[in-house]
């Protein structure tokens, strides 16, 4: 039963971080219909970024953040270079393109700073355990667990409270009669990124705390995962988005403890399984979204 | 017929062949003038140039965005060395490999084979769920899960020691990891046949239908496409071409590790074919020979042998896949159908051999076949969209001899009654009986298939297909649905049509009016028992309408169809209907001629609202 | 006050609407009716900047607005209430009439929805409520007070009596003569042609994309052949 307790704040642990990346991939979506699989190179920017603050002299307390804003700004930055230029472009195009901008993201990283990768510090006590209650928990799953509520709560309150998340929830439901009421498309779509960045960037920071390390390829499989629980959840859903993030890290942390150790290796595999599964019987993923088409 | 045959099948097969014999030239041109680094440049050039006609064979025809090739690549590659390494070199490397495979020795050739058929079971599992999730999630969902697949093949790659030995070392024909491939007889060979197979399948049934449904899935639907179908044989034909030229390339390198079928090998594939132009087969050629001089010159730039101080900020590592990224990037925003569209040499062969044809169009009268009278009955069906209740109790009666109109004011539920008949809507009662046959919830193709085939408000044509092939392929579709159904011919509906002239024209550039016939002679082309037409004559002025009262009498008549017809314009609907429904908030409110409803005041003030002024 | 000379706009190679011209004065009741397909709502989207014209102009009291995009059209005064009422209905009733003033100051936004509250007081007890919830005619309240937050002086509607009860209907119909003597100028999309022709001051008809009739109110109300020119039956035989 403990060893079960364990598992699931791990899995948590695991499924925040996911969550968060699936929900930024879910904004875009939402308001673009674009599945942006540039949205890794948020992180791989960040760990980019926290290497060289690191070398500069910071430490965890003020990388953190610094991560979190400089992962928003680029997203921004991204939108503006790139995306900008297929707006309602058919999904073929967009999701090219998308491809594309990760790659050249990454590409510029192994041009101009290194193919390498770089390790730097990763704070120690943050994978201490505490016992709690006959239970070992991992410092590092908890505060992980915290922040991802806490992220979400203010992301909620965002959306529900202020002028701007009323009008992305207003331009994911109907983007034309959001514009129609005086909304600006250049505007929200910036602001959408930009929300989606800073998402990223507080999941950056707990990827990074784990992996310690930054090179071309950082973003690439948080990426994977995030677009991976956007699905599951039902694409266009944000509550979808973060269920299927949460799923997901379960899913991995239950499958990781429960498998045999030879086929350890495949846990990966056994969990896209499971997700084509999922698709198989409900193809909708788990929550959908009301979404009508003209014939 | 001889000529279909002509221009499906010689024609494509005389062009292949010229653009093979071109690109073997300049091969081996290319050979004999450098050094010898560019013996292994052609080589590769040639065997990336298999694996993108792959490539091409699923996302040109199906228009759908597959990330995932290079998991089947990597599957067949591994499948490949595992087969294909002696004995004696697999105990050293993977001695503990399941299923007793340390022990295989097959010749390359067996283990290609057996490989790339690997490779197509995983793809039917794949397109399996391919098939469910698009229906619902659409391109998106495809994307996303062949992305997924892609990288869950590398994780495994890395993961199954026993099998792949890992990440780090991979698995290698020799120890010294030389180049095992003596000569490239065998890649020719494969070439030869990946791109006459790639170039054919654009015209059989199942490319054809293939590419209908990427023009517009719906449309396709309504013409008794089953898009999900063609699909898969597309995808399992693809990945049996991706799958030998993965197995030659891991043959000529001599070694297998999960890089070789990762991001970068996605990457250089999918650039080569965007540049060169999805929809076509010799794009995909030129894609190939374009983005590999280009790396060249960009690798060679960077290298050592370039010291240009003043552009070394850009001439580093890196540029390679900068000028890659950059190339797909460029050509996504400014050049979406890439260098060549989807032009094929046989094209071109084709223009200068036409000959006007020898004027053998058939009178125009009704094609044989058995038809007996039939009858749609479509009673007190009920639509309810959340709380709002679109259709209470609508129906409606039309034989195959005549022609029967649909009319209301905005709003009534004319165009979702079209669409429960045709099953793109369900209903909460009532059902439709064809010829007594019920049709209540079947999907929209097989509503075609039985013989009721629909127009759209908004027009709804295949805009990059050819006016003769958007008719031709309607007609394909239904095809061995018809059971005793009559179908005219592609030279008679376009005679017909008026559209004689403009058969080499895509669809996406005629102007409306020739749209719209275009719309008309494709249904009946799909030899309906009844044509459903959604306001055909939206967007036409008087003269306009009138001339389509004689078209569609003419194609219904030719193929001896029913008419439903939903429209606005009382001049056009009192010239061309027998009989009238008045539908208003949902319940029919009238049926008569039109010349009854148009006196009718109940009709009269559902139209104008209001109390009615005086009589006419 | 508002002025449409020889305007057109395409889909692709279609022109919705071609070359057409109507006019608007301050303090007026327009009405622009038609049938289905005859271009009324790309008239109404591309006056209010939703779709840009391929051909043509667009004067709003003595200002080239042709080019103008909808937040520019909604702060020079010109709103829109669009057919089939688009109300997101995700979000409540108070979060609606929040995104219909997002072009007025934020310190503002609470006394203009306790006007519109004023105008409709069926919204009042439901600002809460998601707006999916609403029916018919609450939703076509909705869409109404939302566009008025952005306090218009010419309010442009497209088919307001759109799927409601006759009853219903009644309540908008005299709505627009509230409105009007409000001092609001008003252009009106509508199906019930009857109705809206006598709540009106002029009246323009239009069908496959051009304006084929036009005229007082009260001359177009008598006209004999007006069903005949709403729906293009002609008096000579196919």
């Not at chain 1, 695991?14 to 939402?30: K, P, Q």
């Not at chain 1, 900008?84 to 090219?96: E, K, N």
């Not at chain 2, 006007?356 to 058939?362: R, V």
């Not at chain 3, 009405?31 to 939703?50: D, H």
Request: glycine share 12%; aromatic share 8%; hydrophobic share 50%.
């Amino acid at each position: 039963m403990t060893e079960l307790l364990q598992q699931v704040v791990d899995g948590l642990g695991r499924g925040g971080i996911y969550a968060l990346i699936a929900l930024g991939i879910a904004v875009i979506f939402g308001v673009m219909h674009l599945v942006n699989f540039a949205h890794g190179e948020l992180i791989t920017v960040s760990a980019y970024a926290a290497y060289g603050l690191f070398a500069a002299g910071w430490d965890w307390w003020l990388v953190a953040p610094a991560v979190v804003v400089i992962a928003g700004v680029t997203s921004v930055v991204i939108e503006f270079v790139a995306f900008r230029w297929v707006r309602g472009a058919p999904d073929f195009t967009m999701l090219m393109t998308s491809f594309g901008v990760h790659f050249l993201v990454q590409a510029g990283f192994v041009m101009y700073v290194s193919a390498n990768f770089r390790q730097f510090p990763r704070p120690g006590w943050i994978f201490e355990t505490w016992k709690v209650g006959g239970v070992s928990l991992e410092v590092y799953d908890l505060l992980v667990i915290l922040f991802t509520l806490l992220t979400l709560g203010a992301t909620y309150w965002v959306l529900q409270n202020t002028m701007f998340g009323t009008s992305l929830r207003a331009a994911a439901e109907d983007f034309d009669a959001a514009r129609l009421m005086g909304i600006r498309s250049d505007r929200i779509i910036r602001g959408a990124f930009a929300l989606s960045g800073l998402l990223a960037g507080v999941a950056a920071v707990f990827w990074l705390m784990r992996s310690g390390q930054a090179g071309p390829t950082a973003g690439l499989s948080p990426m994977l995962k995030g677009v991976l629980a956007a699905l599951i959840g039902g694409l266009g859903s944000l509550p979808g988005a973060v269920l299927g993030g949460v799923v997901l890290g379960l899913a991995e942390v239950l499958l990781i403890s429960h498998l045999p150790a030879g086929l350890v290796g495949l846990t990966d595999g056994i969990v896209f399984l499971l997700i084509a599964l999922l698709f198989v019987f409900r193809p909708q993923g788990l929550i959908t979204v009301r979404r009508a088409e003209r014939v | 017929m001889r000529i279909g045959v002509a221009r499906r099948v010689v024609l494509p097969v005389a062009g292949s062949l010229t653009t093979y014999l071109l690109l073997l030239v300049g091969g081996v041109a290319y050979t004999a003038i450098g050094n010898s680094s560019s013996d292994g440049l052609v080589t590769q050039m040639l065997i990336n140039a298999i694996v993108v006609l792959g490539i091409q064979i699923y996302i040109g025809n199906t228009g759908v965005l597959s990330f995932g090739h290079m998991g089947f690549g990597a599957i067949a590659g591994y499948a490949f060395a595992v087969c294909a390494i002696s004995p004696d070199r697999k105990a050293i490397q993977i001695p503990d490999a399941p299923f007793g495979l340390t022990e295989v020795d097959l010749t390359p050739l067996q283990s290609s084979l057996i490989a790339a058929l690997i490779a197509v079971v995983v793809a039917v599992v794949i397109g399996l769920g391919l098939a469910r999730s698009g229906a619902r999630s659409g391109a998106v969902a495809a994307t996303v899960i062949t992305l997924a697949l892609l990288f869950v093949v590398h994780e495994v790659a890395k993961n199954w020691i026993d099998l792949t030995r890992g990440g780090k070392t991979g698995l290698s024909f020799s120890p010294l990891g030389k180049v095992t491939l003596q000569g490239r007889g065998w890649i020719y060979l494969a070439l030869l046949l990946a791109l006459l197979a790639a170039r054919l399948f654009k015209e059989t049934r199942f490319g054809r239908l293939a590419q209908a449904a990427r023009e517009d899935d719906l449309a396709a639907r309504s013409m008794g496409i089953h898009p999900a179908v063609q699909q898969m044989i597309a995808l399992l034909l693809s990945v049996f071409v991706v799958s030998i030229g993965a197995t030659l390339r891991v043959f000529e390198l001599g070694s297998i590790n999960p890089r070789l079928f990762f991001f970068k090998y996605t990457l250089l594939t999918l650039t080569m074919l965007i540049v060169g132009g999805r929809n076509s087969v010799a794009g995909s050629l030129v894609g190939v020979v374009v983005i590999s001089a280009g790396s060249e010159i960009t690798r060679y730039l960077a290298g050592p042998s370039v010291d240009l101080p003043a552009l070394d900020w850009i001439l580093r590592n890196g540029l390679t896949d900068v000028f890659l990224g950059g190339s797909m990037l460029g050509f996504m925003i400014f050049r979406p159908a890439g260098l060549l569209g989807d032009w094929e040499l046989d094209h071109w062969l084709a223009g200068r051999l036409a000959k006007t044809p020898a004027s053998q169009l058939p009178a125009s009268h009704p094609v044989d076949g058995h038809r007996s009278k039939g009858e749609l009955h479509v009673t007190g069906v009920v639509v309810d969209f959340g709380g709002f209740r679109a259709l209470d109790g609508a129906g409606l009666t039309a034989a195959t001899d005549e022609v029967v109109g649909l009319i209301g004011p905005n709003g009534a539920g004319k165009t979702t009654l079209l669409n429960v008949i045709t099953g793109l809507v369900p209903a909460s009662g009532g059902s439709v009986l064809l010829d007594g046959d019920a049709l209540d919830g079947r999907p929209s193709y097989l509503v075609a298939r039985a013989g009721i085939v629909r127009t759209f408000q908004n027009l709804r044509l295949f805009p990059a297909l050819s006016v003769e092939e958007n008719i031709a392929v309607a007609r394909l579709a239904v095809a061995g649905h018809l059971a005793d159904r009559p179908q005219p011919d592609v030279e008679l509906l376009l005679r017909v049509s008026g559209l004689g002239e403009l058969r080499h024209r895509r669809a996406g550039e005629l102007d409306y009016g020739n749209a719209r016939r275009l719309e008309l002679a494709r249904a009946a082309a799909a030899a309906p028992r009844f044509l459903l037409l959604d306001e055909p004559t939206s967007g036409m002025g008087d003269r306009e309408s009138a001339e389509m009262v004689h078209r569609i009498r003419e194609l219904a008549e030719l193929v001896r169809a029913g008419v439903v017809v939903v429209d606005h314009d009382l001049n056009f609907i009192t010239g061309i209907c027998d009989r009238v429904y008045v539908l208003d908030q949902g319940k029919v409110i009238a049926v008569g001629t039109p010349d009854e409803i148009s006196e009718d005041p109940v009709v009269q003030a559902a139209y104008l609202g209001g109390p009615v002024n005086h009589s006419n | 006050m508002l002025e449409v000379e020889s305007l057109t706009t395409c889909y692709g190679a279609i022109a919705a609407i071609r070359k057409v011209g109507l006019t608007v004065r301050a303090g007026e009741v327009v009405c622009l009716i038609g049938p289905n397909g005859a271009g009324k709502t790309t008239l109404l989207s591309t006056i209010a900047g939703l779709l840009s014209p391929t051909g043509g102009k667009i004067w709003l009291n003595g200002d080239d607005v042709t080019d103008w995009a909808p937040d520019r059209m909604l702060r020079s005064g010109l709103a829109l209430v669009p057919e089939h009422r688009r109300i997101f209905a995700d979000l409540t009733v108070h979060e609606n009439l929040m995104v219909g003033g997002v072009t007025k100051a934020s310190t503002k936004r609470a006394g203009l929805q306790d006007q519109v509250i004023e105008l409709f007081p069926a919204l009042g007890s439901k600002l809460g409520t998601s707006a999916g919830y609403l029916s018919g005619g609450e939703a076509q309240q909705l869409a109404i007070g939302r566009a008025m937050m952005a306090e218009p002086e010419i309010l442009l509607m497209d088919e307001p009596t759109l799927g409601l009860a006759p009853l219903l209907a009644d309540v908008v119909f005299n709505l627009i003569g509230t409105l009007r003597d409000a001092g609001l100028t008003l252009l009106v999309v509508e199906q019930n042609a009857q109705r809206i022709l006598e709540v009106a001051d002029r009246g323009y008809v239009m069908r496959s994309g051009e304006i084929v009739l036009d005229g007082l109110a009260p001359d177009l109300l008598a006209r004999q052949d007006l069903f005949d020119a709403y729906l293009g039956r002609s008096t000579d035989p196919v």
